[in-house]
């Protein structure tokens, strides 16, 4: 997801909003919405603009304080070109960022990288040209490659349906999927990124945890030698997660990215949810390049001190081989306790409130 999907969503939307220049969009509703055609297409440009404003800026605790506004007397034929002008702007924006910098959007992380920017700008511009075609009467879908690229990296929370476009519609309140309640409230969710003394965890999507189960690289750099099976395998359960719509993101999976080259030398993360009573186990593995230098160590207590500041979780555990004694020393070093040896394995556990 990158300026190509942007420019690929403001062309392909701006092909169909100039065939009705003629009409009244400023006296009509945008379909389900209370703004009129004239305001959510202006919306639509603002958002392109502050999105690239953001990356640009490297804003990291607000947005940057400044707004769009149209010069009197600017007609729908100038208003499409300022939204050709700000997807432009998103997409180069986009294309010119590193990968490691990542700037304030509050939901829900309170930040986002260039693909997270690039994947928001090309659902506003989705959604809200469905919004005004259906307002003018005018037949709108998009690419289904575009619509399950968004959904993978934005909604990891919805369950993939029969196909891209209406999932997104429904996922979004603007439509109905069969055996599904309506939504009345969403919002998208970028990954989240913990940073430790070293390393920053870098949550996994589901995008990425599809190619990284399918023997791609996820979109990491990774050292050589990575990343190892027990990634793929860590990702393919997280693709089971996504698909049965039981995947909340934030405890999922995490590549391990070095501070000092942006390297991504192994994973951790959690097999599911915090179950009723506050359960959970924890996994994580290593780049053979990577072991003995307290990478896993650290990154197993800077994800352990994350949990420990939410409520739904009570204790993690974690179940390591009788033979793998330096994983052994991993988990006591961050603080878990063995608790009980089926003959092959020892259970450790972390109790992180009574």
Request: proline share 6%; charged share 25%.
């Amino acid at each position: 997801m990158g300026g190509d999907q942007v420019q690929e969503a403001v062309g392909h939307a701006l092909a169909l909003l100039r065939t009705a220049t003629h009409r009244d969009w400023e006296g009509t509703r945008a379909g389900r919405l209370e703004w009129s055609c004239h305001e959510t297409a202006v919306h639509i440009a603002s958002d392109l603009l502050a999105y690239a404003g953001q990356l640009a800026g490297r804003a990291t605790e607000a947005y940057v304080p400044f707004e769009l506004i149209l010069e009197d007397g600017a007609d729908t034929t100038g208003l499409l070109d300022v939204i050709e002008t700000t997807g432009t702007l998103l997409a180069v924006t986009v294309r010119t960022t590193p990968r490691d910098v990542r700037a304030f959007h509050p939901y829900p992380f309170r930040a986002a990288d260039r693909e997270g920017f690039a994947a928001m700008g090309v659902t506003e511009v989705l959604l809200h040209t469905h919004d005004i075609a259906e307002g003018l009467g005018l037949p709108y879908e998009p690419s289904a490659e575009l619509c399950q690229n968004v959904l993978t990296r934005l909604f990891p929370h919805v369950r993939p349906g029969p196909e891209p476009w209406p999932t997104l519609l429904w996922a979004t309140g603007r439509g109905d999927l069969p055996g599904r309640a309506p939504v009345t409230a969403w919002r998208w969710s970028n990954p989240l990124v913990i940073p430790a003394e070293r390393l920053a965890l870098h949550g996994v999507t589901p995008a990425a945890a599809a190619d990284l189960a399918a023997g791609g690289t996820g979109g990491f750099a990774w050292i050589e030698g990575g990343p190892v099976e027990g990634t793929r395998e860590g990702a393919g359960m997280i693709v089971k997660l996504y698909e049965t719509g039981t995947l909340r993101a934030e405890w999922g999976m995490y590549v391990l990215v070095r501070d000092e080259d942006g390297r991504a030398l192994g994973a951790l993360g959690f097999h599911a949810a915090p179950d009723e009573e506050g359960r959970t186990e924890i996994g994580y593995d290593l780049v053979d390049a990577a072991r003995g230098h307290g990478y896993a160590t650290e990154a197993l207590r800077t994800l352990a001190g994350w949990a420990r500041g939410r409520e739904d979780v009570r204790s993690l555990f974690a179940v390591v081989d009788k033979d793998n004694v330096p994983s052994q020393g991993v988990v006591t070093r961050s603080g878990f306790t063995r608790v009980s040896d089926d003959g092959e394995r020892f259970a450790y556990e972390l109790r992180l409130r009574p």
